[in-house]
């Protein structure tokens, strides 16, 4: 089906008309309903007459599918309303088939025809293209969108979800690392709530529950230091993909594992985390924690540290931010430090590990230059796993972007898209 199709079924709901018909009404101009973090509460007891009706942008991928997870320890409680995915139409086709969605878009075109004629004889509607999941971010019948869409991919259906009033669950770093100071002017002029889903976002977040009165002095990012911590660079000239992708910790897709092994996951996410909480690029630092059981840290004026504590499970920052204020039960296995034993924190090494200084000078540059080093980064990981280039490449690959690059200091979205572009080509170009 066409996006102008998609659009009328989103208008559908508050019209009441068909979307053939409403394809033919005139524009009217009408208030948006402006949600704030009150009316996101529900209880954990019987099932809300109205449930959470929610958007699930990249259902397929690791963080759709446990997001799905969290829906059903939670019967009565969500109603999903849209499903995207790129290319596991079959995996789509059996969540559909179970979560009865009103929407359903496959981004790979090529694979329509399988996803509608699985669904033919379902209620739910079936379109397919990238556009057509940015159109689906705006559904009417939609309260929040989870943002689970790779890479900078999900940036436009952020954006447009955004401008449509409906609260974010973000679970996609490089919407704020490609387009931080856009996203967050429209959530303020929206009045939109973007809550995040990464578990260093959303442990600064629990952590900073009851003190946004009190100014922040540091925000401690930890991560686990990826496969190959402690090892030389020496030691890294002929690592292939399998071995960058055993991660000691979590269990995370492919391009995310790889981010994790060079150390760039954390160096978005210092630039998440300073457009999510408005710190100062000078007081994010990255700590090393080999156990993953301190997901993040943040440091107050009067010396004050409070963290937060778990074991390594994505179900967890998932469904809290979905159930925000509130903390729902949950089902997962619960922490025992007696039997871990001790906790280990080191420094990053920024020698070894050259795509993190990479992120801090693009942190701080500002501008384009965060889009333009997530670019590079997508396209070297890229040709990384198919083992174009060697592992240490990677940093090589991102730094000659960076600096051949124009710099633009207040970027527009045509500009953010155009840095895009151009980073991706200029990157290509240096492939053998």
Not at 114 to 141: H, M, P, R, W, Y
Not at 162 to 187: P, Q, W
Not at 334 to 353: C, P, Q, V
Not at 376 to 397: K, Q, S, Y
Request: hydrophobic share 40%.
């Amino acid at each position: 089906m066409s996006n102008k199709l998609l659009r009328a079924e989103i208008k559908q709901t508050s019209t009441g008309l068909s979307a053939q018909q409403v394809q033919n009404q005139p524009e009217k101009p009408g208030k948006k309903i402006l949600k704030t973090l009150e009316n996101r509460v529900f209880t954990n007891g019987p099932a809300p007459e109205n449930p959470k009706r929610i958007a699930l942008l990249g259902s397929t991928g690791s963080i759709g599918t446990q997001t799905l997870e969290v829906v059903r320890q939670h019967p009565g409680f969500f109603r999903v309303e849209v499903l995207t995915a790129q290319n596991q139409a079959d995996l789509l086709i059996e969540q559909a088939l179970e979560f009865k969605p009103n929407i359903v878009v496959i981004g790979n075109e090529g694979l329509y025809d399988t996803v509608n004629q699985a669904l033919a004889k379902t209620d739910t509607k079936v379109f397919a293209g990238s556009g057509s999941i940015a159109d689906a971010a705006e559904c009417g019948t939609v309260d929040t969108v989870v943002t689970a869409l790779l890479g900078y991919a999900g940036l436009k259906p952020t954006l447009r979800a955004i401008r449509a009033g409906k609260n974010i669950a973000l679970a996609n770093k490089e919407t704020l690392v490609a387009g931080g100071s856009i996203v967050c002017r429209a959530a303020r002029e929206n009045r939109v709530a973007i809550t995040p889903i990464d578990s260093e976002h959303s442990a600064i977040f629990q952590c900073l529950a009851g003190e946004y009165a009190n100014p922040v002095e540091k925000i401690f990012l930890t991560g686990s230091g990826g496969p190959f911590r402690g090892k030389q660079r020496e030691e890294l000239q002929t690592v292939g993909p399998q071995q960058a992708l055993k991660h000691p910790t979590w269990q995370m897709g492919r391009k995310i594992s790889i981010d994790s092994a060079t150390l760039m996951n954390k160096g978005l996410e210092m630039i998440e985390a300073r457009w999510l909480f408005g710190i100062p690029p000078q007081d994010i630092e990255i700590l090393i924690h080999p156990e993953s059981i301190i997901h993040s840290m943040v440091s107050f004026r009067d010396g004050s540290v409070k963290a937060q504590l778990g074991l390594p499970d994505m179900k967890l920052p998932i469904q809290y931010a979905l159930s925000y204020p509130q903390r729902w039960d949950l089902d997962v296995p619960r922490l025992d430090l007696a039997r871990i034993g001790s906790l280990h924190f080191e420094k990053a090494d920024t020698g070894t590990f050259r795509c993190l200084p990479l992120a801090y000078q693009a942190m701080e540059k500002g501008g384009n230059m965060p889009c333009i080093l997530n670019a590079a980064n997508e396209i070297a990981v890229e040709a990384f796993l198919e083992e174009r280039i060697p592992f240490l490449r990677i940093a090589d690959l991102i730094e000659n972007t960076m600096a051949k690059v124009a710099f633009i200091a207040s970027p527009g979205m045509e500009d953010i898209e155009h840095s895009d572009a151009e980073s991706r080509r200029i990157c290509r170009e240096m492939l053998p």
